[in-house]
């Protein structure tokens, strides 16, 4: 939608007397609608201390903003403004358990600007990262939810009126460093989407199809990937993976698309193993970095890929069809390297168990020191290059992190995500690349709530199942796709009481033969038969992670390298990369200063911050 035109109107600032950064032309580099109709947009920009918004909404009355745990009102960081009678007007609340509405004491959020026209309102307001008010929301790297709201009319006496339906909530990484975003402009596209397929009337289904890259006479890079993703399907297209596969395939495989992971698809989706990309729900278009590209056209680039698409549907609606897919933009102006895809994290099965009614279980995943240093020394031993990171897990995931180790010692996160929220997950742009030198090693870390489970929950590809992993972007690329592990299965199965499984396996999940409460059962159901409790899952969560894992470690194709299988033992690290949050002092003289002045003005059922007008020319 057009945003309006503002000519002619006064512009309202701060008693700062500085021009609103419309009027000094700084810009906001993140932007986000967050309605769907378009009614609701919001900019912003953050430095070191401070992060600065701006609000541009299709009302005449309030606009309400909020930072949310949950994306509930209960326990809510909010801030509601308007302009009324030409004067702008900006106040500091929070919510209780109960979802009342209060004044904060400590008015946090600055108004730097307000105005409106006939149509919109928009307003400028910016404060601390780390406001050091138990009653203001820190943020950080990690997702937050962003709660909205508007009303025709203004704040009145006593206080704000119900928004009614003007309100939502939309993730969002709020610190998420934007890598370069100007396309090239000699940039071709191509499109790689399902057409027309039926949506299975079920809660999970992962679709395949291959697809041919256009065939260039020479080598180019792919420097953007953009979601094309349905209308009205958004929340249906939960994950897309796009794999390399064996380039003597033939035209043939193009014809048509069938559920992965079924015992009857084509065999040609078996030779489509290394990731080259990935995208996941609420993430946007992906541009890389203005020194690296995927490349294409050479004998070692995908000639076929193949286009994994998760449908999540819990509420089994029928009659979906749906084309979404990619769009991928290559330009002949090629890059200094070529990126590359690492998965890491816990190799995806059902060894991979987490016991119900817990608060809190953790998970971890190893790229170990076995598998990295063997790849990294006989492909670039000068190290590679970590610029992005997507983590995933599913609905029990509740927050992830990758961990970086060398010689024992933790160096800075690699990525983390406090507030993970299944429901939006993008790459996170490191601030500053990251190297891997071989002998380094990765855990990634994933902490799960299973209070409201009776059952157990697995490792697997249903949203109900569960994944903890992490895809590293990185150049230069090297001939490893897949660096993860997986805790032996007899010892987990020993903390239940198993005492031997049938040495023929001929079913799987594989029979239990003793003791006799559990004869003939599969593993999965003994697992599920044992009476858990908080403390006996937490005594088995203590036990996995100290136990024997077994690698993966995967070049492109069906290849492994010799670490691959290898039994190893999780490594003995000292931890210190967790980040840091500014230290608070609540007594601070600067603190007790902005109260004392702010008091007059809050005590008021309603007011106004007092400003001064002038022209923005």
């Excluded at 057409?195 to 079920?202: E, S």
């Excluded at 992965?260 to 946007?284: K, L």
């Excluded at 992005?388 to 927050?399: M, P, R, T």
């Amino acid at each position: 939608m057009m945003i309006p035109n503002f000519v002619s109107i006064l512009f309202v600032i701060v008693t700062s007397g500085l021009c609103p950064s419309f009027c000094s032309r700084e810009v906001f580099r993140h932007s986000a609608v967050l309605d769907e109709h378009g009614k609701y947009h919001l900019k912003w920009r953050y430095d070191e201390k401070t992060i600065t918004f701006e609000t541009v909404v299709e009302t005449k009355g309030y606009v309400g903003f909020g930072l949310s745990p949950t994306g509930g009102m209960a326990f809510s960081d909010i801030v509601i403004g308007g302009v009324e009678k030409g004067q702008p007007y900006l106040q500091d609340y929070f919510t209780d358990m109960n979802r009342e509405v209060l004044r904060d004491y400590h008015q946090n959020y600055r108004l730097e600007y307000g105005m409106e026209n006939s149509t919109h309102t928009i307003l400028g307001f910016s404060r601390d990262l780390n406001t050091c008010d138990i009653n203001d929301k820190t943020i950080t790297e990690s997702t937050i939810r962003v709660i909205w709201a508007y009303h025709p009319e203004d704040f009145g006496h006593p206080g704000p009126m119900y928004h009614g339906l003007n309100r939502g909530r939309k993730s969002l990484r709020l610190l998420n460093p934007k890598s370069h975003t100007v396309t090239h402009s000699g940039a071709a596209f191509f499109d790689i989407r399902h057409n027309n397929v039926p949506v299975p009337v079920k809660d999970t289904t992962y679709w395949c199809k291959i697809f041919k890259i256009p065939e260039v006479d020479r080598k180019h890079h792919i420097i953007k990937i953009e979601p094309l993703i349905q209308k009205g399907h958004e929340n249906v297209v939960h994950h897309i993976l796009v794999y390399q596969c064996d380039s003597h395939l033939n035209d043939s495989e193009l014809e048509l698309g069938h559920e992965c992971f079924h015992p009857n698809m084509p065999d040609s989706y078996f030779t489509c193993e290394s990731v080259i990309f990935a995208w996941a729900i609420g993430g946007e278009a992906f541009t890389y970095p203005s020194h690296v590209g995927v490349s294409i056209g050479t004998s070692l680039d995908p000639l076929y890929v193949l286009m994994e698409m998760h449908y999540d549907n819990p509420t089994y609606q029928a009659d979906l069809i749906d084309s979404s897919g990619l769009r991928l933009f290559y330009t002949p102006v090629l890059r200094e390297y070529d990126a590359g895809v690492i998965e890491t994290g816990v190799w995806v099965s059902l060894y991979h168990m987490i016991p119900p009614s817990l608060p809190e279980y953790i998970s971890e995943g190893h790229c170990t020191t076995e598998c990295l240093q063997e790849a990294l020394e006989l492909e670039m031993p000068s190290g590679i290059h970590v610029f992005a990171v997507l983590l995933h897990s599913h609905l029990a995931g509740q927050s992830l992190k990758t961990r970086h180790f060398r010689n024992g010692d933790e160096q800075q996160l690699l990525a983390y995500d406090d507030a993970y929220d299944f429901n939006f997950q993008e790459f996170q742009y490191l601030k500053e690349e990251r190297t891997l030198l071989p002998g380094d090693n990765l855990v990634t870390e994933c902490k799960y709530n299973t209070k409201d489970r009776k059952n157990m929950t697995w490792g697997g590809l249903s949203t109900r199942d569960e994944m903890c992993l992490s895809y590293l972007l990185y150049y230069p690329r090297i001939n490893l796709t897949r660096c993860e592990s997986l805790p032996q299965i007899r010892k987990q199965l020993t903390f239940i009481g198993v005492k031997e499984m049938y040495t023929t396996v001929t079913t799987w999940p594989f029979i239990i033969k003793s003791p006799k409460k559990y004869n003939n059962l599969t593993f999965t159901e003994a697992m599920d038969k044992f009476s858990w409790s908080e403390k006996k899952g937490n005594a088995f969560n203590d036990l996995v992670r100290q136990l024997p894992m077994n690698v993966r470690c995967s070049k492109h194709g069906q290849e492994r390298w010799s670490a691959h299988g290898l039994i190893v033992s999780p490594p003995k690290v000292k931890q210190t990369g967790e980040p840091q949050l500014a230290t608070c002092n609540r007594a601070s003289p600067l603190h007790l200063s902005s109260v004392l002045l702010l008091f007059p003005v809050i005590s008021a059922a309603y007011s106004t911050i007092r400003i001064r007008w002038l022209m923005c020319l």
